[in-house]
């Protein structure tokens, strides 16, 4: 079964006068098929962003993920609950905006921007946090790139593995 795209122009001569009609047939089943497979599978990636969204919200640990420009794509229901923060005070804002500015540390910023490029890790990095919800205390943060994403979009996971009040 094919699908055309039938056009009806007016048949003009070479006076400007119409005598006529000029049909165009185009033959558009291959298009078609690539828009419902294109559909199909803009419906599989948001089915699994949806699953890996509900995955981190079921782990107990503050999670961020970010882009390679350390701007938040999603975080976890412990990352705001821990830190009382809104979804709209963290999605789509850049790490050193998040609680405050208190991730605004330098060498972390410059730690972090190493990770993704060069596929390491980040362990055990100890960060001092005053004010927020959880008044002064120490993190300790960890990061792991993940996979690349079809977009070849460069992402990280960013997790705080303890909390240490009064610090």
Known sequence: EHLYQMRVRPYRTVENVIEGAVLTFVDV????????????????AAEAGAFAQS???????????LDGELTVVTAN???LATFALAPDEVLGRHL??????????PDLLELLLKVLP????????????S???????KVTINALELLQTPEKRRLMLLTVTDIDGGA
Not at 55 to 65: A, F, H, I, M, S
Not at 131 to 137: K, R
């Open 29 to 44: 089943t291959e298009q078609q098929r690539l828009q419902m497979r294109l559909d199909e599978l803009s419906g599989a």
């Open 55 to 65: 995955v981190l919200d079921t782990v107990r640990e503050p999670q961020l993920v």
């Open 118 to 129: 060069k596929k390491k890790r980040l362990d055990d990095y100890v960060l001092s946090l």
């Open 131 to 137: 004010g927020g919800a959880l008044g002064p205390c």
């Open 96 to 105: 050193r905006e998040v609680y405050d500015g208190a991730w605004l540390r």
């Open 77 to 79: 229901k412990a990352f």
